[in-house]
């Protein structure tokens, strides 16, 4: 009944992560579209056997051909970031405790509880309206955020996809049978539980180049956290960077590095 209390307790504190290994980098999952008893929530997995794809996709149109044009005009439409995150989550009853066995449970109650939108009754009518769709932001480390003048958070956006395996060795195939394992109360639930989450980023800031700096700031954390703090003073990207110790080094990986002078001096002629 401690880990209940426990867990009761870290949901009210904003913070879902009970017994997991702080060692690990955990991905953070936070729901922006409602809270649990009146508190925000960050949903902390311990993953394991991680993969990790992202994906730009950009979208054309195109007006048909014409003539002294043979393949038709293209129109930009848009530029899609997605991601897919594939993971298990492991806990055993011998190894590491039933709570931290139930613990892997509620998660992934949670996980499928948190794609249906929120909603705000209406009167004594015994209806409802919808309030807020489901979104979201994820954090992994430096890999998945919002990396801004060493800030780290979130990035936000809605998830299109989530599928659980349950027991079986994630998504290798088996039996549940096989692999139940005992949590709170003695109750028989998988000791390992295959995850899969397809996310498309919705940017809270301009994306983009604007006047030679990305995002109209020049930063290059973007959409992984370099560990460098572009200068975005007037003379803009490619000069001396802060990282997060403050001291002032070249910025490695900044327009003026990864381009040659001869094929910066290309393009400016062309």
Not at 30 to 37: A, D, G, Q, S, Y
Not at 43 to 65: D, F, H, K, R, V
Not at 80 to 90: G, V, W
Request: aromatic share 8%.
């Amino acid at each position: 009944m401690d880990f209940l209390k426990n867990i009761a307790a870290a949901v009210n504190s904003g913070l879902v992560e009970g017994p997991v290994d702080l060692e690990v980098e955990l991905i953070e999952i936070e729901p922006l579209h409602t809270t649990i008893n009146g508190n925000s929530i960050i949903i902390q997995i311990e993953p394991a056997n991680l993969s990790i794809q992202q994906s730009i996709n950009i979208t054309m149109g195109e007006q048909g051909a014409f003539y002294g044009r043979a393949e038709g005009m293209p129109i930009y439409q848009q530029t899609r970031r997605s991601f897919s995150l594939s993971f298990d989550m492991i806990k055993s009853q011998v190894l590491n405790g039933s709570d931290a066995v139930s613990n892997n449970a509620i998660v992934v109650n949670l996980l499928q509880q948190l794609q249906y939108p929120a909603y705000t009754p209406v009167g004594n009518q015994n209806t409802s309206v919808l309030k807020t769709p489901p979104f979201f932001r994820i954090q992994y480390g430096d890999i998945i955020g919002d990396f801004f003048k060493g800030q780290k958070r979130g990035v936000p956006g809605y998830m299109t996809g989530l599928d659980v395996s349950l027991g079986g060795g994630g998504w290798g195939g088996g039996s549940i049978g096989d692999n139940l394992t005992l949590g709170i109360g003695d109750v028989k639930i998988p000791i390992q539980y295959g995850i899969r989450i397809g996310f498309n980023v919705v940017h809270d800031h301009v994306v983009g180049w604007y006047d030679g700096k990305f995002a109209g700031d020049g930063r290059n954390n973007w959409p992984l956290n370099t560990g460098v703090v572009i200068d975005s003073s007037q003379n803009g990207p490619g000069n001396a960077g802060i990282p997060a110790s403050g001291e002032t080094i070249a910025v490695p990986g900044a327009p003026a590095t990864v381009c040659s002078q001869k094929t910066q001096n290309e393009l400016m002629e062309k």
